[in-house]
């Protein structure tokens, strides 16, 4: 029982670590969740063209949230929101 609780912890401190060494936003991750998201949206677009509408303006929100923004930090993090949103 000891054993098994020692090998518990010791998966938690490592889950734990790789957590925290989240990878940074690189220009290839921003340019990977861009496409993405563009594919995500293309996808909604030709399943439903009625939403259509819908998602332009979902997209326009988190748009206009991240304008003026200039890291790559937040590029990742719009390019996220955007393909959470287009997938809803």
Excluded at 14 to 28: I, M, R, V
Aim: hydrophobic share 45%; with cysteine.
């Amino acid at each position: 029982m000891k054993k098994f609780l020692f090998v518990a912890v010791g998966l938690a401190v490592l889950a734990g670590s790789a957590c925290s060494k989240a990878p940074e936003c690189t220009a290839e991750i921003a340019t990977k969740k861009a496409q993405d998201m563009a594919a995500a949206l293309q996808e909604a677009i030709t399943k439903d063209p009625s939403k259509a509408a819908d998602l332009t303006a979902k997209v326009q929100a988190v748009t206009t949230k991240y304008q003026g923004t200039t890291t790559l930090a937040d590029a990742c993090k719009a390019y996220d929101e955007l393909t959470a949103a287009i997938k809803g």
